[in-house]
Nanobody, 117 residues
């Protein structure tokens, strides 16, 4: 059974930091690109960051470039999103996903991040 479980969300003040974690199981983690997406209230889900496999190459949405950092731990089937310099517009539910060409995409249930003073 495939599982992706996000954690680490919460309430943080503007300018603060959070690290999101995504624990995975049930698929060959090292064969999948791992992604973070987010969905703000009333808006569509949007891409945040990706880290590829096996090269570990990272890419980011323009809105988070330079503030967020994605990483992965293939030994423990984990992916992380370090978020610095958080802004109110970063408030959203953050989702972890696993993608691989010609295979279905897997999604987690999401974790809420709220940036507010």
């Amino acid at each position: 059974q495939v599982q992706l479980v996000e954690s680490g969300g919460g309430l943080v003040q503007p300018g603060g930091s959070l690290t999101l974690s995504c624990a995975t199981s049930g698929f060959v983690f090292s064969s999948y690109n791992m992604n973070w997406y987010r969905q703000a209230p009333g808006k569509e889900r949007e891409f945040v960051a990706q880290i590829t496999s096996p090269s570990g190459s990272a890419s980011y949405a323009t809105s988070v470039e330079g503030r967020f950092s994605i990483s992965r731990d293939n030994a423990n089937n984990m992916v992380y999103l370090r978020m610095n310099g958080l802004k109110p517009e970063d408030t959203a539910v953050y989702y972890c996903s696993a993608t691989r060409s010609n295979f279905r995409t897997y999604w987690g249930q999401g974790t809420q991040v709220t940036v507010s003073s």
